[in-house]
């Protein structure tokens, strides 16, 4: 059965511009070059929504591509409701020529944006207009993207009332660091909060010209952040730097 996937995590946003190197991915056709403006790769594989077209929270851009480890699939969403879409996820449904669900996998939307409750709890949201990133990295090793026929997706959200916008976490200070292996990503994450959060990390989804995500670099710590706390990270390695970078830290918070 085709289920839902909601999550909570705190997450916050940084923007910059990087230089453009080149990289292909394993299944021989250029994740991000010089002057691509594609919204979706592979072309002509379609992701439309299971109950029919988007109506809020929607897919404006993906990348499935073949890496080293395995299939890898990163969209950009956005809310196209005039009020915050918050917790939101999504769940995307691989299906093979013949119409049979191969697999399917739910990942957080990352959004940049944290609200209060009424009572104090911290939420995160998609304002209305915003685009929000996302990645399948856990796809198994066993799916073959030339065998898919299409894919479809769901948006888990909630809409709550009364909701506050508040400060949260912040990235600054990223450079692009080379190594052997590709390029990863180093920076610092300060906790703008008025609370301790712990375990922090941060994803930074390199971008073409159109906005379209090429793939993810990810670093974490096991150590707490009080109010005003930083931590300085190195990510791991992406192939392709793009044109531009989104950078989203998360962090657990006691409530």
């Known amino acids: ?109 990352l959004s940049g944006r944290l609200y209060r409750l009424s009572d104090g709890t911290i939420i995160s949201c998609i304002d209305p207009g915003q685009v929000a990133m996302t990645a399948s990295t856990d796809l198994p090793s066993t799916l073959m993207i030339d065998d898919l026929g299409f894919l479809e997706h769901l948006f888990p959200t909630f809409i709550v009332a009364g909701i506050v916008p508040t400060a949260g976490l912040t990235v600054s200070e990223v450079h692009a660091v080379a190594t052997g292996a590709g390029h990863a990503y180093s920076g610092t994450v300060t906790n703008g909060l008025d609370v301790t959060v712990s375990a922090p990390a941060v994803a930074i989804f390199p971008v073409n010209r159109v906005g379209r995500p090429l793939g993810v670099a990810t670093g974490s710590a096991t150590v707490d952040l009080p109010p005003g706390g930083s931590w300085t990270f190195e990510t791991s390695v992406v192939d392709d730097l793009g044109v531009d970078y989104l950078a989203y830290p998360t962090a657990s918070i006691a409530q």
């Open 1 to 109: 059965m085709r289920s839902k996937f909601l999550p909570v995590v705190v997450r916050a946003v940084a923007l910059g511009a990087l230089a453009l190197p080149l990289a292909c991915d394993g299944g021989g056709e250029m994740a991000g070059q010089p002057g691509d403006d594609r919204l979706f790769v592979p072309a002509g594989l379609s992701n439309t929504n299971i109950d029919g077209q988007d109506d809020g929270p929607t897919l404006i851009a993906f990348t499935l591509v073949q890496e080293g480890t395995g299939p890898k699939l990163y969209a950009a969403v956005k809310n196209n409701l005039d009020t915050p879409a918050c917790e939101a996820g999504m769940t995307t449904y691989f299906v093979d020529k013949a119409d049979q669900v191969v697999t399917s996998s739910g990942s957080v939307l």
